[in-house]
Nanobody, 124 residues
């Protein structure tokens, strides 16, 4: 299983970015997906997740109402639309996948494969 995250960049506060994560696995449609982030000097933290069918999503309080996670199982891709970005959103963003048919949640231990990360920098 390989996950490739891209779409990061430099944006001004209040701007938007859309991250994508492409998965090279034939069981993508049966896997929950999550986004996490890690800011310099801080621990990696949960951002959002989506169930394998896409019918259930969950967000960290810090991004609720600003970020939207979605997936396209036909393209083996999960997205994170980030609006109204703030300087405190600056971090490396990682996508991750659960095992097939596994429970999806906010704990990193639930995810068995991780992408390499993409840098998001929000300037004030």
């Amino acid at each position: 299983v390989q996950l490739q995250a891209f779409g990061g960049g430099l944006v001004q506060a209040g701007g938007s970015l859309r991250l994508s994560c492409a998965a090279s696995v034939h069981t993508f449609s049966s896997r929950g997906m999550g986004w996490f982030r890690q800011a310099p000097g801080k621990e990696r933290e949960f951002v959002a997740n989506i169930s394998w069918k896409g019918g259930s999503t969950y967000y960290a309080d810090s991004v609720k109402g600003r970020f939207t996670i979605s997936r396209d199982n036909a393209k083996n891709t999960v997205y994170l639309q980030m609006n109204s970005l703030k300087p405190e959103d600056t971090a490396v963003y990682y996508c991750a996948t659960t095992a097939p048919a596994a429970v999806v949640g906010r704990e990193m231990a639930l995810y068995d494969y991780w992408g390499q990360g993409t840098q998001v920098t929000v300037s004030s």
